[in-house]
Nanobody
Framework: QVQLVESGGGSVQAGGSRRLSCAAS????????MGWFRQAPGKDRRFVAG????????YYADSVKGRFAISRDNPMNTVYLQMNSVKPEDTAVYYC?????????????????WGQGTQVTVSS
């Protein structure tokens, strides 16, 4: 069992930056692939970024490629999402998720555990 808690959400102006964190419980964090998803009002939850269990592999949605960066600190049981050059369309609730298969999956059904989410609001 893994429990995930996101933090770092809030309001940010367009063009600014924000870093989200996701802290995981347990001693097996380095076995899990991790992902960030987001859900805007009235829309489906969508993949943002993923990272393999070692951190060597990452993958990004086209909409955030070059602006966002995912990273992880396995000894600290934490995964991060650095958001740069944010846009109003980045406004959403951001969720982190853990996958037992250890990969950076783009399909949300590949993830086994989810956090409660953190709201990010980008104003123009």
């Amino acid at each position: 069992q893994v429990q995930l808690v996101e933090s770092g959400g809030g309001s940010v102006q367009a063009g600014g930056s924000r870093r989200l964190s996701c802290a995981a419980s347990g001693r097996t964090f380095d076995r899990y692939g991790m992902g960030w998803f987001r859900q805007a009002p009235g829309k489906d939850r969508r993949f943002v970024a993923g990272i393999s269990r070692s951190g060597a592999g990452t993958y990004y949605a086209d909409s955030v490629k070059g602006r966002f960066a995912i990273s992880r600190d396995n000894p600290m049981n934490t995964v991060y999402l650095q958001m740069n050059s944010v846009k109003p369309e980045d406004t959403a609730v951001y969720y982190c998720a853990a996958a037992r298969n250890g990969n950076y999956n783009i399909n949300l059904y590949s993830y086994d555990y989810w956090g409660q989410g953190t709201q990010v609001t980008v104003s123009s």
